[in-house]
């Protein structure tokens, strides 16, 4: 029996978000619209799967990835690579740009921990209350003395956060930095 | 382009994920969530994504062993020696208090940017 689909595409997709992110973001210079083209991918290759399961999984998300990109630059007729031709950048060989590393359990975990480590405290320990000790959110709203809305709020953003900490560690300029801190110092001020 | 969709998705798909998880998931909610995945394949990937983190989030239950009380370990202060055969520490200091483990250096200012608001989880790493 075929395994299903959405496991086989968290397993053979979702796995090389890290990589497919630092290839978007050393090629694409818009960086806000490095996320779309990100789910325009996935989407893509899901709907490819559906069909037939490609045989080399990760070549075909960056070939998927790198003809949206194509797309783009001809349809707006504008030049947001960064210097030198597309072609030069989009079709650097795949295997060139993301030698493929096998991440080791241990790694994952410290990688997990790192990003963890990012959320505020209060989202950490809400995550880890509901995630590691396994308590309700009403349990964990009475022992944190929050309201259940807060919890949840805390949970949805922590998802969101840790999907985005886990996979994303590509460099980025100060100013995006500050604009975080900046939101961050603003949430505490409520 | 459609960095606005994008986000608008990823805030649906998170709130779908932290439902499902919750004690008062019906079947209701679970034809709502399967009408509201099959509408757009960019909300199944999203959804998948989330989910994906959010089974990840649950493996801390492997550094979480022997953790008492509520708190989390305080950030970098991880018993990660277990993971990493290779080189032994010295048992007396598994993580003296002020140690900072070699993974926060490589850590430091930049990072990709942030939807914005989802950020009261936040943390300034690097003030």
Known sequence: MEEPLDSWFKREILAHEGILMSFLSRVWSRRDEVPDIRQEAYARVYE?????????????????????????????????????????????LIDEISPERRVSASQELARLARAFDRLSPNCRQVIWLRRVKELSQKEVAQRMGLAEKTIEKHLRDGARLLAHYMRALVPLDRTED?????????HQAD | ??????????????????????????????????????????????????????????????????????QPPSPGHWNLT??????????????????????RERHSSKYPKMPRGLLSCARATNA
Not at chain 1, 178 to 186: L, N
Not at chain 2, 9 to 37: N, P, T, Y
Not at chain 2, 43 to 62: I, M
């Open chain 1, 48 to 92: 490819a799967a559906q069909k037939a399961r490609p045989q080399a999984p990760k070549a075909f998300l960056f070939t998927t990835a790198r003809h949206l990109m194509v797309d783009r630059i001809r349809r707006e007729r504008i030049v947001s690579i960064q210097a030198g031709g597309e072609n030069d950048y989009l079709n650097v």
């Open chain 1, 178 to 186: 500050d604009e975080i801190e900046y939101e961050h110092r603003a």
């Open chain 2, 1 to 70: 382009m459609n960095t606005e969709r994008t986000k608008r998705i990823d805030a649906a798909a998170s709130a779908w994920l932290i439902r499902r998880d919750s004690e008062s998931w019906s079947s209701v909610d679970q034809a709502g969530l399967e009408e509201w995945l099959n509408a757009s394949t960019l909300n199944r990937v999203a959804y998948l994504r989330l989910e994906l983190a959010w089974q990840d989030a649950a493996r801390l239950k492997a550094l979480g062993a022997g953790v008492p009380g509520d």
């Open chain 2, 82 to 103: 277990p993971f990493f055969e290779p080189q032994p520490i010295p048992s007396e200091a598994v993580m003296p208090p002020d140690a900072r483990p070699v993974y």
